[in-house]
């Protein structure tokens, strides 16, 4: 079901940017800052996909109101995981004013990189996407995070030098169930992953996946979404995605 102007917790206030934010009360410097964060990601993203600004609002949500947040399903979402839904309209992004500590590791770019990534998503799912294996999807928002980072002077080597770089699998070979902790790790490679491209084949290679992946018209299955990536990344793609032990 599609909610117009959704209902928000009693006492939320609006603030007006290129995202609106609906924020829960006595936020206004948090909500500040999430708009910042957004417009600098929504900008470079424009930019890097070359795709029109996105209709979207962001909602920064308190743990006491977490069950009042729009969602897809009716259970409630663990506390403290942003995420990006379409029951809304415009589509929202719904943020939690205090990141779940299974967020790791935990620097000043934490946040930003977590609100970058679901706002690619947002980016990646203003037109239809065919099935895809999640990794795919996963290392567009991850490597778009790093880039908008490079592009707004961020740095991540204090965050990137705490990440665990042999979490025991790759990229492509995580799969079912995982629990949080190895959620994490996976996204932590697809983070470092995403950096070691965007060092090797610069940014370039984001919008031509990206577009690729709104022309598929079939389910793309693990050979075809390595073929997308390496086809993305140009001449030499294949050779130096093989040459990845992450990968
Ligand atoms: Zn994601």
Redesign the pocket.
């Known amino acids: 079901m599609l909610v117009r102007n959704p209902v928000t917790p009693p006492g939320y206030e609006r603030l007006a940017g290129v995202v609106p934010i609906v924020h829960a009360p006595r936020m206004e410097r948090s909500a500040a800052n999430v708009r910042s964060i957004l417009e600098t990601g929504a900008g470079a993203l424009s930019e890097v996909l070359v795709v029109e600004p996105l209709e979207l609002e962001a909602m920064l949500i308190s743990d006491e109101d977490w069950e009042q947040a729009p969602r897809e399903t009716t259970y409630t979402y663990p506390p403290g995981l942003p995420y ?1 839904t379409r029951s809304v309209h415009p589509p929202a992004l719904v943020l939690p004013t205090t990141l779940s500590p299974t967020f790791q590791p935990q620097t000043k770019a934490t946040y930003p990189l977590v609100v970058w ?2 706002l ?2 947002a980016f990646l799912l203003q037109k239809e996407v065919v099935r895809t294996p999640a990794w795919l ?2 290392f567009v ?2 490597a778009s995070a790093a880039a908008i980072a490079r592009r707004a002077g961020l740095p991540l080597a204090e965050h990137l030098n705490q990440i665990d770089r042999g979490p025991g699998f790759t990229i492509r070979a995580l799969r079912g169930h995982v629990d949080a902790e190895e959620q994490m790790a996976f ?1 932590n490679l697809l983070l470092l992953f995403g950096v070691a491209v965007l060092e090797e084949f610069g940014e370039g290679f984001l919008e031509r996946l990206v577009h690729a992946m709104w022309e598929e018209t079939n389910t793309v299955d693990e050979e075809r979404a390595e073929e997308l990536l390496a086809n993305a990344l140009g001449s030499g793609g294949r050779t130096w995605l093989r040459s990845r032990p992450e990968f």
Request: aromatic content about 10%.
């Open positions: 990006f990534h679901e690619a998503h999807r996963e928002s991850q996204q």
